[in-house]
């Protein structure tokens, strides 16, 4: 796999450090991408897509000065290179020898979605969308995604790294709404990774009916209570709480600015001794997973909780060089056109040894949130937002009705410290993040895991 | 690249579809140059010099339609960039209402361009940014600026159909913001300050930093309220994200595939008189103002909500095909990499009348909301019903008091627009929600729940 030749980036390289520098990198990209939905009952917007382009980074200092540019076209990238380094005030120097570099099989594909017809995707959302409607007579509309996606990467620097790796991902995702007596509501599934067509083969159209099971049920909710109770979390999507509340407060760019709760907290005990967290890039298959992140680093598992102390922050190579450590394969970016800054790849609390009728039997008046419309926090305070889609309340040890307008409202440092209990059920599950404008794929995942209080916030008394 | 080589990227583009078979087809090419500063601490953390281009090509055959881009722009890139739209349209199912609009046009709007960006060096640029940071310092109690940034772009956009349209514009922006930390610990508290314009000479840096440090600052010391129901001041950032959500709710699109809680509501009273609200592709300042739309069809203005009623939906060709109506110019598209789809332009509230602190007099005891999070996932978007976490300050005796976090305001979207009781007189553009200018606006009781 060749998008730039060694010796093209090494004359790349070299024009980067013109007027020096501490690392000049220059990163291609090949995007391939096809995607196709279905929204009430027809099969619709097929997208095409085939992108080249590169981005030139020199490092100087605590300074990044980077371009990039669509193709992979000599002249381009050494334009590109050379107005880099226009940024830099200093004396050129040379850039290690670079060599050519060959992708790891470390997630394995077993069937590349490309090859597989068109006709053959438009049939599995009719399919889904089938499923969706015979889940229900309240079943009003399905609207199912189907995208994939290959990406293939090179990594240059001027420390001799050279790097490659190529990326497929699938995803199929459902978004179901369901009407009765005037009442609306909509539930959502996905499945998705690092994983060809293979992922699609067995019952995809599971998804769809999950979603609209979330949908039926929630048709008959009743308002969420208000107040400060016990929550359960739900496992597979319920992890959105710990990549939110946690997870980007471990990126070392917030740790380093002090925007970070967990500043200075290395070391400490943050959460019960029985809770282990990880991000790990390097989970087969996984959405989050990749071979190297977009700097080069191999992907790894990194233990950012051990046994509720806090053991890591999740570095790119800046910030890694600024804390005179190794990076963590965590320095990624959504695509040629973005500078890589520090971003989670699969974080997941590791699983304990209760069941979830474990921790929702210990519960006399709670909320057992299932999944997560999405959330949002301050990094600099750890204050955290989420809406829940699915939820139900918990009385005597019993789930029982399905609450609708549950929001959480909490602080990351307090919900992790208040984590009582965790179930042996892990699941990951697929998500995008969203940080410093870029969007990149996230596996969320946990096993039920129980917080002892928070906020919920709700429609009801 | 020139606008003539861009124009006629786009026109090769909509050649090599017809030749590859396709009935129709339609040519969108874009290419442009951005910079990006960011400071740290009175340095310079990065800086950025970016140049793109790309192509997208709509090809319709037999009711059925396929889209697809790349970046590619010679001859042999357009050619396959147009064979893989037309390709792909086999897949879809027919429609008859896809297709190329009936009418084409491009409306003047003036000052898209501001030539001033050119005479802007780099290290003037990087200055704006460093006078951002620091203004926010110089706010008492502010510990730290986290980041300030200034951006820019110039772009050029062309569209070219096999119906003989065929157009271009080219624009520039420049936006600025910062954000600040005031308080310590638990008690951090951050502000962000904003500004947009044409050009960087047309930012106050002062006025973005000081907003981001005043911002920060407001809310140190903050607790959790105890729930009421109340009077509700929604400041402009918070109002605008609101109207964001409804704008996006009033896409024909949404409507017809039953997604809108405001379907089967055409012509009914579904706000307080005191609020109206208009889509607006035309004003000179605004962000998203353009001569033509995602598929060619003149920009602007459209009244959205205007004596409390709710006047019309936004449409495309496709989707007024489908209504028996005509298309508002509402075809919208992130970039070449995304076919049309119907979105809002410029949303604009109506400035009313009265400052903030008016509104917040008139309140009395309520609450003044200055940050709203999770706005897209507290909402119910088919009924409307949500529950978004929030923060800001009590209203007490008609003044802005005790600063409070950790709670969520609580409502229905209609019930919300019914219960305006007071819009501003002074509107501001905020990028939140897509693009809107808004003003404050009070709502006269909500759910608010704390502890």
């Given at each position: 796999m060749t998008l730039v030749q060694p010796e093209l980036a090494g004359r790349v390289l070299e024009a980067a450090l013109r007027r020096g520098g501490d690392?000049?990198?220059l990163y291609a990209e090949s995007r391939h991408g096809f995607r196709l939905s279905l929204d009430d009952g027809k099969v619709e917007r097929p997208v095409d897509g085939l992108e080249l382009g590169a981005c030139v980074r020199v490092v100087e200092g605590d300074a990044s000065y980077y371009g990039y540019v669509d193709g992979l076209a000599e002249p381009d990238l050494l334009r590109v290179a050379g107005s880099v380094a226009e940024a830099v005030r200093g004396q050129a120097r040379a850039p290690a020898a670079v060599h050519a570099a060959e992708p790891e099989d470390i997630h394995p594909i077993g069937s590349r979605p490309e090859e597989v017809e068109a006709a053959a995707k438009a049939e599995l959302l009719r399919a889904c969308d089938a499923r969706a409607r015979a889940a229900g007579g309240e079943v009003a509309q399905a609207r199912v995604g189907y995208a994939e996606g290959r990406r293939r990467v090179q990594v240059f620097n001027s420390d001799g790294l050279a790097a490659a790796d190529d990326r497929t991902r699938v995803r199929l995702s459902a978004q179901v709404v369901a009407r009765s007596d005037g009442r609306v509501e909509t539930g959502t599934d996905t499945r998705g990774g690092h994983a060809g067509w293979e992922l699609l083969v067995e019952d995809p159209e599971a998804v769809a009916e999950s979603a609209a099971r979330k949908a039926l049920t929630m048709l008959e909710a009743v308002d969420a209570p208000t107040g400060r109770l016990p929550v359960v979390v739900g496992n597979g999507f319920g992890g959105v709480l710990l990549h939110e509340a946690v997870g980007h407060g471990?990126?070392?760019?917030?740790?380093?600015?002090?925007a970070s709760v967990y500043a200075g907290k290395l070391g400490e005990q943050v959460a019960e001794p029985f809770v282990t967290a990880y991000d790990d890039g390097r989970r087969r298959g996984e959405w989050g997973s990749d071979g190297i992140d977009d700097?080069?680093?191999?992907?790894?598992?990194?233990t950012v909780i051990e046994e509720g102390e806090l053991t890591s922050y999740l570095y790119d190579l800046l910030r890694a060089r600024k804390d005179g450590v190794a990076s963590t394969g965590n320095g990624r970016r959504e695509s040629f056109r973005h500078v890589p800054v520090p971003r989670m790849t699969n974080t997941y609390f590791a699983p304990g040894e209760a069941?979830?009728?474990?921790?929702?039997a210990g519960v006399e008046r709670g909320l057992y949130a299932v999944s997560f419309g999405g959330g949002q926090v301050e990094p600099a305070t750890g204050d955290f937002v989420f809406g829940v889609s699915e939820g139900y309340l918990i009385e005597d040890g019993e789930v029982t009705a399905p609450v609708r307008g549950a929001t959480l409202v909490g602080n990351g440092l307090e919900a992790l410290a208040a984590i009582d209990g965790i179930a042996s059920d892990l699941d990951i599950a697929t998500g995008y993040c969203g940080k410093a404008g870029q969007s990149v794929p996230a596996g969320v995942g946990q096993p039920h895991v129980r917080i002892r209080r928070l906020t919920v916030g709700g429609t009801g008394e | 690249m020139s606008d003539g080589e861009l124009e006629a990227a786009a026109r090769r583009a909509v050649q090599a579809a017809l030749d590859a078979g396709a009935d129709d087809a339609e040519g969108w090419a874009e290419s442009g140059v951005s910079r990006n500063v960011r400071v740290y601490e009175g340095k310079v953390e990065s800086l950025s010099d970016a140049g793109g281009r790309g192509v997208g090509v709509r090809a319709f055959t037999a009711e059925r339609s396929g889209y697809a881009y790349g970046t590619d722009l010679s001859d042999e890139g357009v050619g396959g960039v147009a064979r893989a739209a037309y390709e792909s349209a086999a897949v879809a199912d027919p429609d008859e209402d896809d297709g190329l609009p009936e009418e084409f046009g491009a409306a003047e709007v003036d000052g898209l361009r501001s030539a001033g960006l050119e005479d802007w060096s780099t290290q003037r640029k990087v200055e704006l940014a460093l006078d951002v940071e620091r203004a926010a310092r110089a706010v008492d109690?502010?510990?730290?600026?986290?980041?300030?940034?200034y951006s820019d772009a110039e772009?050029?956009?062309?569209?070219?159909?096999?119906r003989g349209f065929a157009a271009g514009y080219a624009s520039t922006e420049a936006w600025s913001y910062a954000s600040a930390f005031a308080g310590e610990g638990s008690d951090l508290m951050t502000g962000l300050g904003v500004g947009l314009a044409r050009d960087p000479g047309r930012l106050d840096a002062d006025a973005i930093g000081r907003e981001a440090g005043e911002r920060a600052r407001a809310l140190v010391g903050a607790r959790q309220p105890r729930s009421r129901r109340c009077p509700v001041v929604l400041d402009a950032f918070v109002a605008a994200s609101f109207m964001g959500f409804i704008g996006s709710m009033l896409s024909a699109d949404a409507v017809q595939r039953g997604r809108s809680l405001f379907a089967d509501r055409e012509g009914e009273d579904v706000a307080d008189p005191a609020l109206a609200l208009a889509d607006d592709a035309t004003d000179p300042d605004g962000p998203a103002s353009a001569p033509f739309d995602g598929e060619g069809a003149a920009s602007r203005?459209?009244?959205?909500?205007?004596?409390?009623?709710?006047?019309?939906?936004?449409?495309?060709?496709?989707?007024a095909r489908k209504a028996g109506r005509a298309t508002t110019g509402n075809a919208s598209r992130g970039s070449y990499r995304s076919p049309p789809a119907v979105g809002t332009t410029n949303l604009i509230v109506e400035p009313g009348e009265g400052t903030l602190a008016e509104l917040v007099a008139t309140a009395g005891e309520g609450l003044y909301v200055t940050d709203v999070a999770g706005l897209h996932s507290g909402v119910n978007p088919v009924s409307g019903t949500f529950s978004v976490g929030a923060s800001g300050r009590l209203i007490e005796n008609g003044e802005l008091g005790t600063p409070v976090r950790e709670l969520t305001i609580a409502s229905d979207l209609v019930s919300m627009l019914r219960a305006v009781?007071?819009?501003?007189a002074e509107g501001r553009w905020v990028p939140f929600g897509g693009s809107v200018k808004a003003p404050p606006v009070l709502i006269r009781r909500m759910s608010v729940s704390g502890s």
């Open positions: 690392l000049a990198e471990l990126e070392a760019d917030a740790v380093q600015k002090r700097e080069g680093t191999p992907t790894r598992r990194t069941t979830p009728d474990d921790l929702i | 109690g502010v510990t730290q600026v986290e980041n300030a940034v772009s050029s956009v062309a569209i070219a159909n096999s203005r459209t009244a959205l909500i205007e004596g409390g009623r709710l006047q019309t939906f936004l449409f495309d060709t496709r989707t009781e007071g819009v501003g």
